[in-house]
Nanobody, 124 residues
Framework: QVQLVESGGGLVQAGGSLRLSCAASGRTFSVYAMGWFRQTPGTEREFVAAINWSGGSTYYADSVKGRFTISRDTTKNTVYLQMNSLKPEDTAVYYC?????????????????WGQGTQVTVSS
């Protein structure tokens, strides 16, 4: 089993920044990628960003490209999401996820493990 614990959410004004962290523990070998998704009430969870664990290639949703940066520290089994120039429409619960299957890093159903989520609220 793998456990994912997110931290770093909170309340910020529009234009501000937050950094989310997600620490993985347990059976973390054979990780292909880790990603961030977000969800607002009444909507489906949407892809935000992902990073290939070994090579470091990154992938972003168009809505966050240029504002968010995903990174990882393989020595700490931790993935980060630096969020800059935040907008009220970025308000959501952000989930960290781990992909062991090597396909579909932008697709929710290809992720094997999920964190509990952390709330990000951006006020206007």
């Amino acid at each position: 089993q793998v456990q994912l614990v997110e931290s770093g959410g909170g309340l910020v004004q529009a234009g501000g920044s937050l950094r989310l962290s997600c620490a993985a523990s347990g059976r973390t070998f054979s990780v292909y990628a880790m990603g961030w998704f977000r969800q607002t009430p009444g909507t489906e969870r949407e892809f935000v960003a992902a990073i290939n664990w070994s090579g470091g290639s990154t992938y972003y949703a168009d809505s966050v490209k240029g504002r968010f940066t995903i990174s990882r520290d393989t020595t700490k089994n931790t993935v980060y999401l630096q969020m800059n120039s935040l907008k009220p429409e970025d308000t959501a619960v952000y989930y960290c996820a781990l992909n062991k299957g090597a396909v579909g890093v932008r697709t929710e159903r290809f992720y094997d493990y999920w964190g509990q989520g952390t709330q990000v609220t951006v006020s206007s």
